[in-house]
C-alpha cells in the first residue's frame, strides 16, 4: 500500500525527521530544516520514499509518543542497538535504504479531549486508528478493529 505525501498532511502528519546512515553504519533520525519538534503526545509514521523525492508513500511503521517525537526517537536509535525488536527494525530499515529510498518520518500531535474532568491526549487512539488506515508493513502489535459509525 501507498499513500501520497498530500494526503499524510490532510491527516496532519509533516516530514520531520529523516532516517540516515552514518560512516560508522548506525542509523540515526536527522532533524529536516524547518521541521517543529512538538514535546507534546504525538504520533508518528515512518515512510519509505523513493530519492527522487516522488509523492508516494509506503507506511512502515506507526506509533505514539508521549513524550515527544525527538525523545521517542532517541529511544529507537538505542533500541537499534540494545534491543532484540530494535535491531530486526534497523535491519529492515537499512535494507529499505540499501534501495536506493529515504525513510522519512511523519509527526502529528495528537488531540487532546476532556474525559472525567481531566484533559488526556488521544495519541493512543490515533495511533490503533492510523494503523488501520495506512496497514503499514513493520508494525508488529495487533490492533483494534475500529468501531464502525452509528448509523
Not at 524547518?34 to 519509505?48: E, I, N, P, R
Not at 490515533?126 to 503499514?136: N, R, S
Amino acid at each position: 500500500m501507498t499513500v501520497s505525501a498530500a494526503t499524510l498532511a490532510s491527516l496532519g502528519l509533516y516530514r520531520t525527521h529523516e532516517l540516515r546512515r552514518h560512516a560508522n553504519g548506525r542509523l540515526r533520525f536527522e532533524l529536516l530544516d524547518g521541521a517543529h519538534l512538538y514535546k507534546d503526545a504525538s504520533v508518528y509514521l515512518w515512510g519509505a520514499q523513493g530519492v527522487s523525492g516522488g509523492d508516494s508513500v509506503e507506511p512502515l511503521y506507526v506509533g505514539k509518543a508521549g513524550r515527544g517525537i525527538a525523545a521517542r526517537l532517541r529511544e529507537h536509535e538505542a533500541g537499534f542497538v540494545h534491543s532484540g525488536t530494535g535491531r530486526a527494525n534497523a535491519e529492515l530499515l537499512g535494507r529499505t535504504l540499501d534501495m536506493a529510498t529515504r525513510v522519512v518520518v511523519f509527526t502529528r500531535k495528537s488531540a487532546r479531549t476532556q474525559l472525567f474532568g481531566q484533559t488526556v491526549s488521544l495519541y493512543a487512539a490515533e495511533e490503533d486508528a492510523l494503523c488501520q488506515l495506512l496497514q503499514p508493513s513493520i508494525n508488529r502489535a495487533a490492533f483494534p478493529p475500529l468501531l464502525e459509525a452509528a448509523a
